[in-house]
């Protein structure tokens, strides 16, 4: 069995979870804050970040290497597009999804749910204002004009759309919700990758984890 280290409510968790799901492969996941100082995860995470795979003797580090190694493993369900250009395209999205959409999300998380609930410190609403009205808005407009009317990026269910989709759900935990009258094509996009028969399952056993379900 495979063995996920990584926190529940982790954009990046989220999304290796959701891939072992549609591959149908069992594992068991450990909770685990990132940056932790613990030198026994540090072996393992040599940056302390999550999620971390191991599978057997092989132990693998970042979500989107994970989800190509499954990929690459296991052919069943496919988690990328096959053809060169449909591949290239998706690994993109992947990108964009992990790195810009996940840190402006992340700022929002951290500000309205992580500093006043487990830091006990103020939320600084200079910095959540800037994020929501200055820096978002471009990468939303942007979005807006990649995702499609109906069903997902490349037919199929896919990381892509899960990658672009999972920033938002910690955004949702500190209370943004995407302007729908503004970006309405990727607000309904959103909500269409949440109602996924897996993504849903992973979301609401996440609820459980931490206390909202």
Known sequence: MMIVHGASGSPFVRKVLVALVIKD??????QQIPFTKDPEYRKIS??????????G??????????CEYLEDTFTQSPLYPTDSAGKAQARWYEELGGTRVAELAAGIFFQRFMRPIVLKQETDEEVVAKIINKQLPPVLDYLETQVPVDGFLFGDFMMADMSLMSPFVNAAYAGYEIDADRWPVFTDFVARVQAHPVVSQVLAEEAIALGRG
């Open 25 to 30: 492969l069992p594992y068991e996941q450990i």
């Open 46 to 55: 040599p940056l302390g970040k999550i999620p971390v795979l191991q599978h």
């Open 57 to 66: 003797e092989l132990t693998i580090c970042d979500s989107t290497v994970i």
